[in-house]
């Protein structure tokens, strides 16, 4: 079975493109986050995260029970192991939604986990977005604003170590590409010959290589101020 990682700066979408490859592709297995923060808005324990204490969440790492854990902006966020013995017991691929430093981590336990980053098309438009969640949230503080942009571009810089990169820049385009990653890759490990249809997904899913990013990915870490380069 396999294993994809998502990553993103806050305000990237992915939630959104999860929440649609989860419809739209059977057979994955989510793994739903333990995270020491507070719920935001209409946030639900065991949907969006499992909230916990701060001394539950280091009991469970000291217990070994976390695949990956991080912490970011002074919370723990941790995938607990069970999410993976679950996958493996219904012969799922296993999908996580972590951070930087948690992809670091898996992909150094499994080296053969399919990753994959989403970018905001801009510097421009992620802030604009990362405005537009604050007033949802009722948090209009410029000091937390500040905070996120400054880390996604943190963030960003880890870019190379994916091995597909996805810029969030049309919904539904997005939405495809990412099916397609995912499906395409499930092809690669059945090892079959490939049919016309199938051809295609997989010729799709290239397209969002790394190596294949291009003069797109270039306009876009220009706009955070960053070379395209092996920034890490």
């Not at 297995?29 to 949907?47: A, C, D, K, L, V």
Request: negative net charge; charged residues 30%.
């Amino acid at each position: 079975m396999s294993v994809f990682i998502i990553s993103a700066p806050s305000g990237s979408g992915k939630s959104t493109l999860v929440t649609e490859l989860r419809k739209n592709v059977p057979g994955l297995e989510f793994s739903i986050s333990y995270t020491t923060r507070s719920p935001r808005g209409s946030e639900q324990n065991g949907r969006e995260y499992y909230f916990v204490t701060r001394e539950e969440f280091e009991r469970m790492l000291s217990g070994d029970e976390f695949l990956e854990h991080a912490q970011v902006f002074g919370h723990y966020y941790g995938t607990h192991r069970r999410f993976q013995r679950e996958a493996d017991a219904r012969g799922h691929d296993l999908l996580l939604d972590i951070d930087v430093q948690g992809a670091r981590q898996m992909k150094e336990k499994i080296p053969e986990a399919v990753s994959i980053f989403v970018l905001p098309p801009s510097r421009e438009e992620l802030e604009q977005r990362l405005r537009r969640r604050s007033q949802a949230e009722n948090m209009r503080s410029e000091e937390v604003i500040r905070n996120r942009l400054e880390t996604a571009t943190r963030e960003i810089e880890n870019y190379p170590g994916y091995d597909y990169i996805l810029i969030n820049d049309r919904l539904e385009q997005s939405i495809d590409a990412l099916k397609a990653i995912v499906l395409a890759e499930r092809l690669r490990s059945l090892g079959t010959p490939l049919g016309t249809d199938e051809q295609e997904i997989v010729e799709t899913a290239e397209r969002y290589r790394q190596a294949h990013a291009g003069e797109q990915l270039k306009r876009v870490l220009a706009t955070f101020a960053l070379p395209a380069s092996d920034r890490r």
